[in-house]
C-alpha cells in the first residue's frame, strides 16, 4: 500500500526534513501582487518623453579599475540622455565638477528646451567607443576617450510647432577627466576633442 503525500498526520517519510513533508499550501508564502510600471514612451511630435527609465550606475562602475571607469563613462551618457528626454539634470549634475566644459555647453540647452512645456525630442547620444589607458596623473585624475554620435531630433515649442531641426552629427570624439574619491568617480571635466 502507498502513502500520498496529501495524507495528514503520522511521521514524515524516511530520508525527509519536516519541511519537506508539509503540504505545499503550508510552506508556501503569499506574494505581494507587483504594481505594474508605466511603460515608457519615448518624445515624439505629440509630445514628451513618459515614464523615462532612470538610469542606474553599474556595479562594474564602483571599481577604481580601467573597466570601472570606462563603465562610469558610458553610465554619464546615459544620464545625459536621461536628461535629454526628461529636463532633469540632478543625476548628471551629482557627479559633474563645476569645471566640466561640455556641461557647461550643453545643460543650458537642456534646461532650456524641457522648460516651460518645451520639449527634445531624439538628439540622444550613442557611445560607440571608450577607452582608457588607465594612468594616473599627477593630480589624480585619470581620463577616458569616448567616441559617440548624436542622433538627429528636433525642439518643440509648447504648441508643438518645431523651433529647430537637430541634424545628426558625425562622428564625435570627447576626452573625460575623472577622480575616484570617497568610494566613487566624479567628472572633473568633459571637452569634446578638436572642437
Not at 508539509?22 to 518624445?43: E, G, I, V, W
Not at 551618457?77 to 569645471?99: C, F, Q, V
Not at 518645431?162 to 566613487?184: C, N
Request: a negative charge; hydrophobic letters at 35%; charged letters at 15%.
Amino acid at each position: 500500500m502507498s502513502v500520498s503525500a496529501c495524507t495528514g498526520g503520522g511521521a514524515p517519510p524516511p530520508g525527509s526534513s519536516p519541511s519537506e513533508s508539509q503540504s505545499p499550501a503550508a510552506s508556501t508564502t503569499p506574494s505581494a501582487t507587483p504594481t505594474p510600471t508605466a511603460a515608457y514612451k519615448p518624445a515624439d511630435a505629440s509630445g514628451r518623453a513618459q515614464n523615462v527609465p532612470v538610469p542606474v550606475l553599474p556595479e562594474a562602475a564602483k571599481a577604481e579599475t580601467k573597466e570601472g571607469l570606462e563603465a562610469f563613462a558610458r553610465y554619464w551618457y546615459s544620464l545625459l540622455n536621461y536628461s535629454y528626454e526628461t529636463g532633469d539634470l540632478s543625476g548628471i549634475n551629482s557627479i559633474s565638477g563645476p569645471s566640466c566644459a561640455l556641461c557647461g555647453k550643453v545643460f543650458p540647452g537642456i534646461q532650456k528646451w524641457n522648460a516651460e512645456g518645451r520639449w527634445i525630442v531624439g538628439a540622444t547620444v550613442t557611445v560607440h567607443a571608450v577607452q582608457s589607458r588607465f594612468v594616473k596623473t599627477p593630480n589624480g585624475d585619470f581620463q577616458v576617450a569616448i567616441q559617440s554620435q548624436q542622433a538627429a531630433g528636433s525642439l518643440k515649442n509648447a504648441d508643438g510647432t518645431e523651433a529647430q531641426v537637430v541634424s545628426e552629427s558625425a562622428m564625435l570624439g570627447d576626452l573625460m577627466v575623472a577622480r575616484y574619491e570617497g568610494g566613487r568617480w566624479a567628472v572633473q571635466n568633459v571637452d569634446r576633442l578638436g572642437g
